[in-house]
């Protein structure tokens, strides 16, 4: 019996408030089983709503560090240094890529270089604001941030803007469709959507980077 190609990892990230989670929620419902999203494992407890497995692997501080001592992750890091951990499952990964099927792993620019080191074929794709300005805008425009949340999400954000030069591809986000549109017609390119299936609709698991 011919063995199944592996899939592909693909990797996005993006500054917080560049809309990077809303835009792969609509990418998702396009991409039916031809992208699997990795359900990251948390430190933090569920939100009303939340669905453990489904949303996130919601792990006490013990167990992550436990698991993180015994290399579990393929990268792992602390948000915003609120305490709480978030992190990629080496098993989450390997089921979908072993079946054939990509991964899409929203993750921060220093996770993205933490699994290009295990992966160094990845696809790496950064959504962008366009410019600081704008990112800044979008979050004052929120009107769920205090400032100094919106002035450490900023830094943040200047960081990695700086080196988005290492990923791949760059999606500048001006509209939400058209951001869609540029992402499949880089996976398409790439030979990873070759059968969409977008009778399928799929639920996008938050994270704290959005």
């Known amino acids: 019996m011919e063995k199944k190609a592996q899939g592909k990892i693909v990797i996005v990230s993006g500054p917080s408030g560049a809309g990077k989670t809303t835009v792969l929620a609509r990418l998702l419902e396009k991409c039916g089983q031809s992208l699997e999203l990795s359900i990251s494992a948390t430190t933090r407890l569920p939100r009303p709503g939340e669905i453990p497995g489904k ?5 006490s501080p013990e167990e992550f560090q436990k698991r993180k001592e015994n290399d579990d992750f393929l990268e792992a890091f602390e948000v915003f240094g609120k305490g709480y951990w978030y992190g990629t499952l080496k098993s989450e990964v390997s089921k979908h ?6 991964v899409l792993l929203e993750i921060d620019v220093a996770g993205m270089q933490e699994v290009i080191q295990k992966f160094p074929n990845a696809i790496t794709i950064f959504i962008s604001p366009g410019t600081l300005e704008e990112l800044e805008y979008r979050l004052r425009n929120r009107g769920t941030e205090t400032e100094q949340s919106i002035q450490r999400r900023l830094e943040v954000a200047r960081r990695e803007m700086e080196l988005s030069n290492r990923y791949q591809h760059i999606v500048v986000n001006k509209t939400i469709e058209g951001s869609v549109e540029q992402l499949l017609g880089i996976l398409k390119n790439l030979g990873i959507l070759k059968n969409l ?4 609709n799929k639920e996008k698991v938050g994270t704290d980077e959005e």
């Open 55 to 59: 949303n996130y692997f919601f792990l």
């Open 197 to 200: 299936d977008n009778s399928k």
């Open 97 to 102: 890529l072993d079946l054939g099927k990509s």
